[in-house]
T-cell receptor, first 111, second 120 residues
Framework: TQLLEQSPQFLSIQEGENLTVYCNSSSVFSSLQWYRQEPGEGPVLLVTVVTGGEVKKLKRLTFQFGDARKDSSLHITAAQTGDTGLYLCARRRTSYGKLTFGQGTILTVHP | EAGVAQSPRYKIIEKRQSVAFWCNPISGHATLYWYQQILGQGPKLLIQFQNNGVVDDSQLPKDRFSAERLKGVDSTLKIQPAKLEDSAVYLC??????????????????FGEGSRLTVL
């Protein structure tokens, strides 16, 4: 059973394009994290969001937490080849709960 | 600061053989996790330790998988006997205790590079 649904599963775009990746669940999150994973490496944290409606920016990346705390999105502006990787959302249902990952979105940015 | 260390990086075994993976977390991190990541999927939590106690092992196939963290520092994950479907990357991660993370910390997990297992 997939508790976190990420879409799209695959995304292939040209350098300079914009893109949005979505993360959805039927249950409320205590907090949600976005990680990025490159081939042969472990995931690396990009951001943590905890407040409904929260928006955080990290250079060209914008993260949004839904008002109802059941969904989140990651928007990348003017994608670069270095953005290529697997983007994972992960949620805790309670402050002390385990961290559960979605299945990920594989992003390929072509030069 | 040294990161999470894992070994071996790669292991190829035949089905029904056994294998062990080792992980040394970041110094001072009380919480240690083992995740299984099958190709093309997100990591799945196998077991979570807080110091040397198990917090969650609900998704650990206990008939063949075992893990220990005897002194609350490094940890070993064992598979015996291995099956074809165990082929995956086994990721170890560590964090400050979940309690500390809940008190204003980010609850960030720091991952090692993983151990890639191929079962033939």
């Amino acid at each position: 059973t997939q508790l976190l649904e990420q879409s799209p599963q695959f995304l292939s775009i040209q350098e300079g394009e914009n893109l949005t990746v979505y993360c959805n669940s039927s249950s409320v999150f205590s907090s949600l994290q976005w990680y990025r994973q490159e081939p042969g490496e472990g995931p690396v944290l990009l951001v943590t969001v905890v407040t409904g409606g929260e928006v955080k920016k990290l250079k060209r990346l914008t993260f949004q937490f839904g008002d109802a705390r059941k969904d989140s999105s990651l928007h990348i502006t003017a994608a670069q080849t270095g953005d290529t990787g697997l983007y994972l959302c992960a949620r805790r249902r309670t402050s002390y709960g385990k961290l559960t990952f979605g299945q990920g979105t594989i992003l390929t940015v072509h030069p | 600061e040294a990161g999470v260390a894992q070994s071996p990086r790669y292991k190829i075994i035949e089905k029904r053989q056994s294998v062990a993976f080792w992980c040394n977390p970041i110094s001072g991190h009380a919480t240690l996790y083992w995740y299984q990541q099958i190709l093309g999927q997100g990591p799945k939590l196998l077991i979570q330790f807080q110091n040397n106690g198990v917090v969650d092992d609900s998704q650990l196939p206990k008939d063949r998988f075992s893990a220990e963290r005897l002194k609350g520092v490094d940890s070993t994950l064992k598979i015996q006997p291995a099956k074809l479907e165990d082929s995956a990357v086994y990721l170890c991660a560590s964090s400050l205790s979940v309690l500390q993370g809940a008190r204003g910390g980010t609850g960030e997990l720091f991952f090692g590079e993983g151990s890639r297992l191929t079962v033939l």
